[in-house]
Nanobody
Framework: VQLVESGGGLVQPGGSLRLSCAAS????????MSWFRQAPGKERELVAR????????NYADSVKGRFTISRDNTKNTVYLQMNSLKPEDTAVYYC?????????????WGQGTQVTVSS
């Protein structure tokens, strides 16, 4: 199983970034995919989640209206479009996959990608 994030970097306040997470080794379309983030000295928090099937989405209040999560099941990839970025969005962003296989709950994580919002 692999989850490989990309797209992080340094951006000025008000700017945009698009994160990607390429998945392999599990039935991607059946899994709930999420983005979490962890800032220095803080706990990891859920940013956005997209369900399998109809792709229902949920967002943390702090990113609603600015971030958009989406998935392409043909490419086994989940995206996070981040607009109007703020310094408080600075964190390591992690891709997460949750699902059930062979009657067991599975939970996979990527290695993370750094997002820094600073002028």
């Amino acid at each position: 199983v692999q989850l490989v994030e990309s797209g992080g970097g340094l951006v000025q306040p008000g700017g945009s970034l698009r994160l990607s997470c390429a998945a392999s080794g599990f039935p991607f379309s059946t899994y709930v995919m999420s983005w979490f983030r962890q800032a220095p000295g803080k706990e990891r928090e859920l940013v956005a989640r997209i369900a399998s099937g109809r792709g229902t989405t949920n967002y943390a209040d702090s990113v609603k209206g600015r971030f958009t999560i989406s998935r392409d099941n043909t490419k086994n990839t989940v995206y996070l479009q981040m607009n109007s970025l703020k310094p408080e969005d600075t964190a390591v962003y992690y891709c997460n996959a949750q699902g059930v296989e062979l009657f067991r709950r599975r939970d996979y994580w990527g290695q993370g990608t750094q997002v820094t919002v600073s002028s």
